[in-house]
């Protein structure tokens, strides 16, 4: 029988490859994001399974309670609750406006906190489910002009573990946390930025199809915490075992693979508004595999058609 699947932040990045991966397995979707054009378009993308949109923005109070309400009145059950959800911003702690470090954190940590309040209020009544969040390995270890976003990760990595020991008492209920490393999404081009320089996911980069794989892996085998990067685990070692070398190094790195050379002026990006026109799957950082391989097909393709046709 087909799942329940509510993703929030479904709009673009991860939680976009996300919906397209639970619509290959037939799975009904409740797609939440702040963009109405886009959450149309991801709509249209999953045309093959039943899908509900709710316009959701998950600083709003009481958002979250009307996208679950939505769900229920529409589907009769929630089963799975994915929350991709999140902003970021460039900038020196000092130098980023404390709305834009506080609207950060309530983005990506305290909206977290909301999705899981509200989905473990439905499980807990159903008696089983499964809750997923994308954290990141900057929520194990921290990177220069990142302040907010590295803030709300090592929180959500703290709420998750708390969490996660207050469910040993049921079993059927289930928090999972899918720590990517870079990823090609749009999210670095879309940050607000007070640095002066367009960011960038430093290498090595996953594709978002990837990291949603993972989302929907966890959903079929749970576990408490995947980690997506072939070089998470050696940065979070280096974070740990040589604090001061990794100190040192950090930095120049950041301004080397993490930032591109294209200069921008100040901007809040899509920190309090979405920009529907800069949202899709991907950031454009890495090829896409498959327009590699169906390009060259199709032009072999064209060839022989026109050799033998």
């Known amino acids: 029988?087909?799942?329940?699947?509510?993703?929030?932040?479904?709009?673009?990045?991860?939680?976009?490859?996300?919906?397209?991966?639970?619509a290959e397995r037939g799975d009904r979707l409740v797609l939440a994001a702040?963009?109405?054009?886009?959450?149309?378009?991801?709509?249209?993308?999953?045309a093959d399974v039943d899908v509900l949109t709710v316009p959701t923005d998950v600083t709003e109070p009481g958002a979250l309670d009307a996208l679950a309400d939505a769900a229920i009145e529409r589907f009769g059950r929630i089963d799975v609750w994915v929350h991709t959800a999140a902003v970021m911003a460039y900038g020196r702690f000092d130098e980023l406006p404390g709305r834009v470090f506080d609207q950060v954190v309530r983005t990506d940590l305290l909206g977290a906190a909301g999705s899981v309040r509200v989905a473990l209020r439905h499980f807990r009544a159903a008696g089983a489910g499964t809750v997923v969040l994308t954290g990141s390995v900057l929520g194990h270890i921290t990177a220069p002009s990142m302040s907010a976003?590295?803030?709300?990760?090592?929180?959500?990595?703290?709420?998750?573990?708390?969490?996660?020991?207050?469910?040993?008492?049921?079993?059927?209920?289930?928090?999972?946390?899918?720590?990517?490393?870079?990823?090609?999404?749009?999210?670095?081009?879309?940050?607000?930025?007070?640095?002066?320089?367009?960011?960038?996911?430093?290498?090595p980069?996953?594709?978002?199809?990837?990291?949603?794989?993972?989302?929907?892996?966890?959903?079929?085998?749970?576990?408490?915490?995947?980690?997506?990067?072939?070089?998470?685990?050696?940065?979070r070692v280096g974070f740990i075992v040589l604090p001061g070398v990794y100190d040192i190094l950090v930095g120049p790195l950041m301004r080397l693979a993490g930032l591109s050379g294209r200069p921008v002026a100040a901007n809040d990006g899509s920190v309090f508004a979405p920009n529907p026109a800069g949202e899709a799957v991907r950031g454009g950082h890495l090829p896409d595999l498959r327009q590699l391989v169906s390009g060259p097909a199709s032009a072999v393709g064209a060839a022989l058609r026109r050799r033998f046709g």
């Open 149 to 203: 976003y590295v803030a709300s990760k090592w929180g959500l990595q703290g709420l998750v573990r708390t969490v996660q020991q207050e469910l040993r008492d049921s079993l059927e209920i289930r928090l999972c946390l899918v720590n990517p490393g870079s990823v090609d999404t749009p999210v670095y081009q879309q940050a607000a930025n007070y640095l002066g320089r367009v960011g960038r996911p430093p290498p």
């Open 34 to 46: 702040r963009a109405t054009t886009t959450l149309a378009e991801v709509r249209a993308e999953c």
């Open 1 to 22: 029988m087909s799942r329940v699947v509510v993703i929030v932040g479904a709009s673009s990045g991860i939680g976009r490859a996300t919906a397209r991966e639970f």
């Open 205 to 235: 980069v996953a594709s978002p199809h990837r990291v949603a794989r993972a989302i929907v892996n966890c959903v079929d085998r749970p576990r408490r915490e995947v980690s997506v990067g072939r070089l998470n685990v050696v940065m």
